[in-house]
C-alpha cells in the first residue's frame, strides 16, 4: 500500500515557477512509477509527466515539454515537478500518482491534490 501527498501548490503569475512535491509513504514506493497528472475545471485530466521507478526515463506532455521538469529523490520517497515558465493554461489540480508498468504504467494510488493558479 503507497499513500501519496502532494504539496507545494499555490498563487504564481505568469512566467514565474513553482515546484510541486509528492511525499510517499510505503517501503516500496521506490519500485512505482509516478506519474504527474491535471485537472483544469470542465476538462478532463491529463497526464502532465511521468518518471520510472529509477528515474532514468522520463516523458512529459508536449504542453510542458521543455518548461517542467520531472525528478525524485527514493531515499526521501518524494517525487518533484519543476514547473518553470508557467501560463494561465497551466492552471489546475495536479495530482501524483503511483503504478507498476513502463512506459504504460497502471495507476494505483493517488493523492489528493493540490491547486496551481496562474495568474495573466
Known amino acids: 500500500q503507497v499513500q501519496l501527498v502532494e504539496s507545494g501548490g499555490g498563487l504564481v503569475q505568469a512566467g514565474g515557477s513553482l515546484r510541486v512535491s509528492c511525499a510517499a509513504s510505503?517501503?516500496?514506493?521506490?519500485?512505482?512509477?509516478v506519474g504527474w497528472f491535471r485537472q483544469a475545471p470542465g476538462k478532463e485530466r491529463e497526464s502532465v509527466a511521468t518518471?520510472?521507478?529509477?528515474?532514468?526515463?522520463?516523458y512529459y506532455a508536449d504542453s510542458v515539454k521543455g518548461r517542467f521538469t520531472i525528478s525524485r529523490a527514493n531515499a526521501k520517497n518524494t517525487v518533484y515537478l519543476q514547473m518553470n515558465s508557467l501560463k494561465p493554461e497551466d492552471t489546475a489540480v495536479y495530482y501524483c500518482?503511483?503504478?507498476?508498468?513502463?512506459?504504460?504504467?497502471?495507476?494505483?494510488?493517488w493523492g489528493q491534490g493540490t491547486q496551481v493558479t496562474v495568474s495573466s
Open positions: 500518482a503511483a503504478g507498476v508498468g513502463w512506459p504504460t504504467a497502471h495507476y494505483a494510488y
Open positions: 518518471i520510472n521507478w529509477s528515474g532514468g526515463s522520463t
Open positions: 510505503g517501503r516500496t514506493f521506490s519500485s512505482y512509477a
